[in-house]
Every structure is written in C-alpha cells, then in structure tokens.
C-alpha cells in the first residue's frame, strides 16, 4: 500500500533528472569541480605523453640520420682514394 508522505516509483521516475544539462545541473557543485578536473588532467597527461613520444622520435630520428650521412660521407671518401689508387696505378704501368 501507499503510506502518505512516501513518493511512488512512478513519481520519482518523473521527477528524475532527464538529459545530460539536467542530470549535470543536479550534481553538486564540488562533483562536477572534480569531473572537469579529472578529464583535464587525463587530457593534459595524454598531450604529455604524445609530446614525450614525438620527441624520442624526433631524437632517434635525428642520430639514425646523423650515422647514415657519416657512412655515405665514409663510403664517398673510400671511394674517391680507390679512385686515386686505381689512376696512379694506371699511370705506372702506362705504355711509351
């Protein structure tokens, strides 16, 4: 039975937040400080994560860039002295 001064189930289904701006108008003031707050820490974590990533990236990038431009520049100079070998080779056994 329904004692007075008790609300039946249908009648608090009706009072009920309905919708997003209604059910974030009855969370107290403090909850909603904290949600924001936690969703912009979780934001700025995720941005100094990405930030780290892209900049061990960048770093590794660079010193893999710097040991392939040493090996060419090595392999350019071997090449230039087997060039200079080869020709002064060439000039001692040259016919007259």
Same mark, same amino acid.
Request: proline share 2%.
């Given at each position: 039975m329904?004692?007075?001064?008790?609300?039946?189930?249908?009648l608090k289904e009706i009072q009920s937040p309905h919708?997003?701006?209604?059910?974030?108008?009855a969370i107290s003031k403090p909850a909603r400080i904290g949600i924001v707050?936690?969703?912009a820490s979780v934001v700025a974590i995720a941005a100094c994560i990405i930030a780290f990533c892209c900049i061990k990236q960048r770093r590794a990038g660079r010193k893999e860039? +710097? &040991?392939?431009? =040493?090996?060419? !520049? %090595?392999? +350019? &100079?071997?090449? =230039?002295?087997? !060039? %200079?070998?080869?020709?002064?080779?060439?000039?001692?056994?040259?016919?007259?």
């Open positions: 329904h004692r007075p001064g008790t609300k039946s189930d249908s919708g997003i701006k209604n059910r974030w108008e707050a936690s969703a860039f +710097a &040991a392939y431009e =040493a090996e060419e !520049k %090595q392999k +350019a &100079a071997d090449l =230039a002295q087997h !060039k %200079q070998q080869w020709q002064s080779s060439q000039r001692r056994y040259t016919r007259i």
